[in-house]
């Protein structure tokens, strides 16, 4: 297939990446990302936690489904999915969504300054298999249902506006979804063989009560050109969103949506490809696509949940694979930067970092005894690159 350069920002920190800071780490390399060293080394042993990491990181639980968070009076969750982030005072919260059907909906948990539990508390209730989403540039947190005919709900982190669902965002089998500060649109993914991929144009940024839902369209290559078209009906009703639109491209499973420096990322399940368009330009290709690595030894499989750091380092959770969360170096180097033991029935969801880069929260959806209400909630803390 045909190689394309390309550049890779990386954004400052969470706050940045909601409002468009920027600063340049890279150059122009060659995509897909192919197997090699990490910048984190080698894995060390399994600590008490479970979890095998590179010298320097250690690993704490900070919640477990159905039991009471330390600290606190709130009993976390089951099935913990998508997350993200938010600067909080001196501290930062980091909210999670459940991922079952019914209930569903979505927690938060609060952190000091030096990372300690200080509260926990739902954000959204009464909604369907919320699982993943995004943050927005004016600090709400965008849950997504995952079921057909499935709602966007903005939610509020800091737990004091009560949710809104927000109709005009397209009912279809909602996953992920990534604001853009510098176009003013929201990208959003579906979880279907055959799914599409959006952006909405809120008539006015920052409110997405009205706006415009258009679907990507590109040829059938794994990279091209493409544009942007309107969805006739976003209600989905009576005909599918993914089917309303001639030329509209289909992706195997949309997963996890990342963005940063006019690129925004995606991840499709059903075929282990991370795919990447280049806003500027146009244009779109493969950042990663486990069928091309040789002699079948692709370290990330399973593509999942997709965050990125200040470096501009991408991570990628697994679901199923290793159980592994992998790194995509702004130079096209994949390898492994944890993996989880002795939860092969599990998936690692909702990767996100804190305000300040050094703390990486995620879940173990289904932790040791495979059940939704085996969840588990952890961090990692170490020497992220900057």
Known sequence: MERRSFL???????????????LMHGAAYAAPAQPGAGPYGALGAADANGVLLPAGFTSRVVARSGQTVPGTSYAWHSAPDGGACFADGTGWIYVSNSEINPSGGASALRFDSTGTVTGAYRVLSGTRQNCAGGRTPWNTWLSCEEVSLGYVYETDPYGVNAAVRRDAMGRFKHEAAA???????????????????????????????AGTLQVLVAGTAASGSFSWQNVPDPDGSPTATRSQVSGAKKFNGGEGCHYANDTVWFTTKGD???????????????????????????????????????????????????????????????????????????????????????????????????????????????????
Do not use: H
Not at 8 to 22: C, N, P
Not at 179 to 208: Q, S
Not at 285 to 302: K, Q, R
């Open 179 to 209: 604001a853009d500060p510098v176009r003013k649109v929201v990208y959003l993914t579906e979880d279907e063989t055959n799914g599409c991929f959006y952006r909405f144009i809120p008539t006015t940024w920052g409110n997405l009560s």
């Open 272 to 386: 282990n490809r991370l795919w990447q368009l280049n806003l500027a330009s146009g244009t779109y290709e493969l950042a990663y696509d486990d069928s091309l690595v040789p002699g079948g030894a692709a370290p990330l499989t399973g593509v999942d949940n997709v965050t990125g750091s200040s470096s501009g380092d991408l991570f990628i959770a697994e679901d199923g694979g290793n159980m592994e969360i992998c790194v995509i170096t702004p130079d096209d180097v994949v390898a492994p930067f944890l993996r989880i033991n002795g939860q092969a029935s599990s998936e690692i969801t909702g990767p996100a970092f804190s305000p300040d880069g050094r703390r990486l929260y995620f879940s173990s959806q289904r932790g040791t005894s495979g059940s939704s209400s085996g969840g588990i909630t952890y961090e990692v803390k170490g020497p992220f690159r900057a």
């Open 8 to 22: 890779r920002g990386a954004v400052i920190g969470t706050s940045a990446a909601a409002f468009g800071g920027t």
